[in-house]
């Protein structure tokens, strides 16, 4: 231990990363310059360490990186897929990097164009009439949604709604939303196909129904067959649909939530849009709304008249700001990238071969692991662990066998109405190649289950941390390293 620690600990004392010329200007007092109440009493404990040094510990610690452009990363839910670097090439050009949000509005009509150009492309996919774009990731475009929810109900008068309607699939964030904004959640069960039991629905819907919140294709990775139907149902009763856009990346080009019957909604633009994650940079989650909800929407909307391009803050019934400025403008500029070199043509592809890719490996998949929900999947689907938890293997010891073999594991215990639950989502991104290694590592790791299941109970072995107790590191995470002396 002792020696890690000496291995760890790169400072040496007077060791230093720069070579400067001597200063050539006279030395001033900064106590005179400053005040000496505001002057350090002390050096700051700053690691004295060589250029080499700073160099090696970071480009060491970038290797022990997993990424989506290193390794396959099947995290369902989550759309994993490429990022291709033109989007950050665009991001990059000075004339988005330069500008600053205080600026006056003539001298970011380039900004706002590009603003304005987005709400429409991202209109057209979704099927909503005006979308926002202040929300810095999913779960703060739902909340933002429901505050859209709530002001109309509350502006109709009719403000005494106040249960939100989610389904047992849903993402954990679903209800989470709802309870900020202060609604009583009610969950409704899945049918045996996966999807809302609309009867099921039907006994919960009331007048006190302020909507439904639903991703689609749901978590399973289905569709939602009965949405018309269940639209009607919501509708009936004055609720409002709200559609968790995490799962876009099925349905392109092909069906729209606007379509479908859903008034409000969120896009992951750094799932769907092919930006980095939050880890990777920060996240984007806009919010779209249909014609009646347009007046709650944050403030401000970029609007155009006489060819100019101007912010309007002349919104009484918004419900104010959601985030600082515009939102994550950056990340919009990379999905707008993304968007414009795919076309509709390439973004319709892309669900197809999204939806392909997770077909095809289900197909191979489902011989060794159990498959509850047995028929055509979206752009991902769920297995279940169950035959091999007969050997003591649960899904968490296959997903973390996996990582010994370079793969990122799926998404594990989600969702939560499977038991065992190893949430596998492909992306459009990966080739044959890579699916059939990553099939035949799972049959392998299906029979290791069965032959000799000790061997996955402590892996990863390959990895440069080996199983870690996830409960305490969650309860009492140690963010930073401590020289214990
Ligand atoms: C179905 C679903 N809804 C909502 C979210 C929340 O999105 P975000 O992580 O962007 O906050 C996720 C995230 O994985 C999700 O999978």
């Given at each position: 231990m002792k020696d890690r620690k000496l291995i760890f600990e790169l400072s040496r004392e007077g060791r230093r990363g720069y070579s400067l010329p001597k200063c050539d200007v006279p030395e001033r007092d900064l106590g005179e310059l400053l005040g000496e109440d505001i002057l350090r009493k002390e050096d700051p404990r700053l690691p004295e360490v060589s250029e080499l040094d700073v160099i090696r510990h970071y480009t060491n610690l970038s290797q022990l990186n997993y990424s989506v452009d290193t390794q396959f990363y099947p995290l369902g839910s989550c759309t994993m897929k490429y990022n291709p670097k033109i989007n950050e090439d665009v991001a990059k050009l000075e004339g988005f990097t330069d500008v600053h949000p205080y600026q006056s509005e003539e001298t970011v009509q380039g900004c706002l164009e590009l603003l304005y150009n987005m709400e429409t492309l991202l209109s057209e996919i979704t099927g909503m009439s005006r979308i926002s774009f202040q929300p810095a990731a999913g779960a703060h475009g739902e909340l933002t949604g429901l505050m859209i929810i709530k002001a109309y109900h509350e502006n109709r008068g009719e403000g005494h709604r106040h249960k939100i309607i989610v389904p047992?699939?849903?993402?954990?964030?679903n209800p989470a939303s709802a309870m900020m904004v202060g609604y009583d959640v009610v969950e409704v069960q899945s049918d045996e196909r996966g999807c809302v039991d609309i009867e099921a629905l039907k006994d919960v819907v009331d007048e006190d129904v302020a909507g439904l919140m639903l991703t689609n294709p749901n978590t399973l990775g289905l569709f939602e067959e009965n949405i018309i139907q269940i639209s009607e149902i919501i509708h009936g009763v004055g609720g409002l649909l709200y559609y968790d856009g995490a799962n876009l990346n099925a349905i392109m080009g092909m069906a729209r939530p606007g379509d479908m019957g859903f008034d409000v909604m969120h896009l992951n633009i750094h799932k769907t849009f092919s930006t980095p994650h939050g880890g990777g940079g920060p996240g984007s989650g806009p919010v779209g709304v249909k014609e009646d909800l347009i007046p709650f929407l944050p403030v401000p909307m970029v609007e155009k008249k006489d060819n100019k391009y101007y912010f309007d803050y002349d919104r009484p019934l918004s419900i104010g700001k959601v985030k600082t400025f515009y939102g994550n403008f950056n990340v919009i500029v990379k999905a707008y990238a993304y968007i414009l070199s795919m076309g509709a043509e390439g973004l319709k592809a892309v669900s197809q071969n999204a939806v392909l890719n997770a077909n095809y490996l289900m197909t191979m998949l489902k011989e060794y692991y159990d498959l509850p929900y047995d028929r055509y999947c979206m752009h991902e689907f769920v297995l279940s662990a169950k035959k091999q938890k007969n050997f003591d293997v649960s899904a968490m010891d296959i997903a973390k066998g996996l990582i010994d073999y370079g793969f990122h594991p799926p998404t594990v215990y989600f969702p939560m109405i499977v038991k065992e639950a190893l949430m596998i989502e492909p992306t459009e991104t990966e080739s044959k190649e890579t699916l059939d290694i990553f099939a035949r590592v799972m049959a392998k790791l299906s029979k290791i289950a069965e032959e000799a299941p000790h061997k996955l109970k402590d892996s990863p072995h390959r990895a440069p941390m080996r199983r870690l107790d996830e409960t305490r590191a969650a309860r009492y995470p140690i963010l930073r390293w401590e020289n214990e002396g």
């Open positions: 047992d699939s849903a993402h954990g964030t």
